[in-house]
DNA sequence: TTACGAAACGTAAGTACCTACATAAATGTT
DNA sequence: AACATTTATGTAGGTACTTACGTTTCGTAA
């Protein structure tokens, strides 16, 4: 790749995102924001603010660290606002910043959509063709 | 758990998903359509339908096959509609379902908005308060 | 007759994710 | 003087995801 090339890529990058590119910063952001626990923690943030333990109260199945390091990220990218009280022990409150509530505006559509279409979804269910080593996906449900 | 618990939980399942709760359908539903490569799937058939090493040369960075098992999870759960010819060389064509086409605008919104807002995200973008196992998420953008 | 093409499948190896458990810290309680 | 509280961090180990590479099929081109 050219020089040329590289900067057209940057500027690329920088003026409009495209997912498609595999360098694209944008690959990132996707990732935190689609990630098992980051589309649950935006849900649930968009209906309020929390503290640490009662967010994890709230997400079934999230372990201290997965949360914290979700939390992390998504503060890092700029969608999650941290307000540390500094007193002991501890008291920190998560909340969505401006861009962190229209980012969390598409999740809670897509989750919402599929909380709802969920019977027609598990109606068309198939077995899938398989390919040897599925991966089960999450759990095997244990229920 | 009892046979009543384990019934009520199938009624709610059914009835309407649950993505918090962690035994509910919908949070496998939830994670093959957010998944790394399943996100991206969705968007470009949302454009119309491909062959597989189409759908592959349009999605940077994508392996064989983590295509074919993302496209096998879409299909299973009614998202993807696969049209096999049954010539020789192998000719197939992957499109939307009604279902999957629904399910993919909310996608689209949320990858398009990514794509839309990057500059402001990364202006926003914090190194993160380090949790010493920081894993860099995809490639650490070689460009 | 040999090489090629297209869409998977199989296996092995690497890497990243995720959980479980132990640890820390200042104050108020027992 | 011990102890519980709350939000993390560090480490170790298991599990799952990913990639890389080889194999299959059989008409068609060389």
Redesign the pocket.
């Known amino acids: 790749m050219t020089p040329a090339q590289s900067a057209q890529n940057m500027l690329d990058a920088m003026a409009r995102g495209n997912v498609l590119a595999p360098d694209c910063p944008s690959r990132a952001v996707l990732?935190h924001l689609t990630?098992?626990?980051g589309v649950l923690v935006m849900a649930v943030l968009a209906t309020g603010t929390y503290?640490?333990?009662?967010?994890?109260r709230k997400i079934g199945?999230?372990?201290?660290?997965?949360?914290?390091?979700?939390?992390?990220q998504l503060e890092g990218d700029g969608f999650v606002h941290?307000k540390?009280y500094g007193?002991?022990?501890?008291?920190?409150?998560?909340s969505l910043t401006p861009l962190g509530e229209t980012a969390a505006q598409h999740l809670v559509g897509l989750v919402g959509w599929i909380e709802g279409a969920l019977g027609e979804i598990l109606s068309a269910h198939q077995p899938a063709?398989?390919?040897?080593?599925s991966?089960?996906?999450?759990?095997?449900a244990s229920a």
Do not use: K
Not at 135 to 140: E, H, K, V
């Open positions: 990732q990630s098992r626990w503290r640490f333990a009662a967010l994890r199945g999230v372990s201290e660290r997965m949360l914290a390091q979700t939390l992390q941290r540390d007193e002991v022990p501890p008291r920190v409150e998560y063709r398989d390919l040897s080593a991966p089960d996906q999450t759990a095997p």
